[in-house]
């Protein structure tokens, strides 16, 4: 899989964020650290989109484990043929 075909999403849906954010410049503010809208309705719709963006990061880190304990995988196998190449077959690829 391409990189590209993996951040698309996330980079979507932080575009969508952004585009939010520049369409209400000037509908909110910062107090004492947070962001605060003028209206709910912007607030909801914030975290909406929010909401969007984390799920896509925490499906994301969880692809990232799931490949990363593959290759893992793959590695100790292919260790452990290395050892004795010739009285074994090569490892399954994954």
């Given at each position: 899989m391409r990189v590209t075909?993996?951040?698309t999403p996330m980079l979507d849906a932080l575009e969508k964020v952004v585009a939010?954010?520049?369409s209400r410049?000037?509908?909110?503010?910062?107090?004492?650290?947070?962001l605060v809208f003028d209206t709910d309705t912007d607030a909801a719709r914030f975290n909406r989109?929010?909401?969007g963006v984390l799920s896509l990061q925490s499906r994301a880190k969880a692809d990232h484990a799931r490949r990363r304990e593959r290759l893992k995988d793959t590695t100790?196998?292919?260790d452990?043929?290395?050892q004795d190449p010739f009285n074994r077959r090569p490892?399954?690829?994954?």
């Open positions: 075909a993996e951040v939010f954010m520049e410049r000037g509908r909110y503010h910062y107090e004492d650290g947070q989109l929010l909401d100790a196998a292919f452990e043929w290395a490892p399954d690829r994954k």
